[in-house]
Each structure stands twice: as C-alpha cells, then as structure tokens.
C-alpha cells in the first residue's frame, strides 16, 4: 500500500491514507469474522474468559496426588468452540493467545512453585506425524512453546514421539477400549533417555487422563519423572451428592 500512502501525502492528507491502509489490512476474529486489531476480538476473548476455571490446580488430583494437573479453562462454551476452531479450521494463531493466559495465570498462581521450575523441561503430549501431515500443527506444541516463551521455561518435544497412529480417544467405547487404543503409543528416542530426569507435561485437553497416563507410563520406563501437567482445559465434572 505503499501507492496510496505517496498519493496522501502528495495530497496532505496523511491520515487519511494511513486510516484506508489499516482498513484494507485489518484482520478479522477467527471466530465470529468482526475486524480486530488482535487475533481475536474483544468480545471473543471476554468470552473464552469467562470459561476460565476458578481453581488452576485441578484439587480432585485426577492423575495422582503427587503429579498434580493444571487446568485453565473448563471445556465447554466460547473455548470449546475456540480450541475447534484451532483444530479443525487451521487457526493455529488462538492457540498463542490463548498460551498468554496460562502463562500469566502459571506465574502468577500460589500452588505452582513457579521460580522452583523455570528449569524444568515441557514436552507437549505429541501428534503421530500422519495426523500432523494432515493438520500442519500440533495445537499442544503451539500452546507449549508460547507459554514457554514467556515463563522462559524450556520446551523439548523431541523428549517424547508419538508412534502408534490412534484414533481420537472420543470414538473409543470403553475405558479398556480407551486404554489399548494408546497402548505403546509414545516413545522415549534412545538420545533422549539419558539428559532429563524430570519434565512437565502440556496437553490442550484433559479428559479421561488416558493420554497423560500412557505419557507419564513411557517416560517413567526411560527414568524420567513427570512433576506435574498442564492443561488448556478439562470437563467440568458435577460433584456427587
């Protein structure tokens, strides 16, 4: 736009032109397609807000009392709509916004330890390469490394491979169906096994913990601890009466 920019100022009329060209460039919310200066619109990211859980540490403990899960959002609404828009409709781009948050809740929050891990590995729960020929990007990994970026801890998801091409754990019927769909499904690269011997785990959601356990099963074979998970978001559960 560099034309119109040279007729403006010809003209004296600068601001006019810089006003046409952010106009014409303005890019639109990946969810509702209002223009916005940002990835996503004021009232999309209000929205995904609003699904923020009230506690980041997950205190029913899900996986096991001494690996504790983060969660930062519930799994319904605006952030359900926007994780599928990420994942199914090549928006890579939320997932770094998104990432913003966990970072700032991650710091910010009492029950992690945060300064205490700044050292700690992350390795994002990994893609089959078949499925991420097909999408183009690992929604975990895209989270990770940006929330990586800003807690400058390191991310290293070359410490975990994902070898067997299973199917979305949604399709499985059964718990022991669940559990032979992700059986041998990781592995630790031989180069890998010996440099860490405590990392954290990223997902984008937590469900069942199928996924997490099978992860946390593989790197326990090669010695390596898994201090705690971090998650986008998880289901919101009724208490039992």
């Known amino acids: 736009m560099q034309w119109l920019k040279s007729i403006g100022s010809s003209l004296k009329i600068d601001r006019l032109a810089s006003v046409l060209n952010d106009s014409l460039w303005q890019a639109n919310c990946p969810l509702c397609n209002r223009p916005t200066d940002l990835i996503l619109c004021k009232d999309c990211d209000r929205q995904i807000d609003a699904y923020k859980s009230p506690d980041f540490l997950q205190k029913d403990y899900p996986i096991k009392p ?14 359900k709509r926007a994780i599928a828009a990420c994942k199914y409709d090549n928006h890579p ?15 910010r929050s009492a029950n992690t330890n945060y300064p205490n891990f700044k050292k700690i590995p992350v390795i994002p729960i990994p893609l089959h390469d078949k499925k991420l020929k097909s999408r183009g990007f690992n929604q975990a990994e895209v ?4 929330f990586c970026d800003l807690t400058t801890m390191p991310c290293k998801p070359q410490l975990l491979q994902r070898v067997k091409d299973t199917k979305a754990q949604m399709q499985t019927k059964s718990i022991q169906e669940r559990e032979e769909n992700l059986s041998r499904a990781f592995t630790v690269p031989s180069s890998q096994k010996s ?16 996924t997490i356990r099978e992860a946390i099963s593989t790197l326990a074979a090669s010695n390596i601890g898994v201090l ?10 009724k208490s039992k009466s």
Do not use: C
Request: aromatic share 12%; charged share 20%.
């Open 66 to 79: 001494e690996i504790p899960l983060y969660s930062w959002g519930i799994y319904d609404g605006a952030l």
């Open 93 to 107: 781009e939320i997932m770094e916004t998104i990432a913003a948050k966990i970072a700032d809740t991650w710091k």
């Open 143 to 146: 989270l990770a490394r940006r």
């Open 195 to 210: 440099h860490h011997r405590n990392v954290i785990l990223f997902d984008d959601i937590y469900t069942t913990g199928a």
């Open 228 to 237: 705690g998970v971090i998650v986008l978001a998880r289901p919101q559960f």
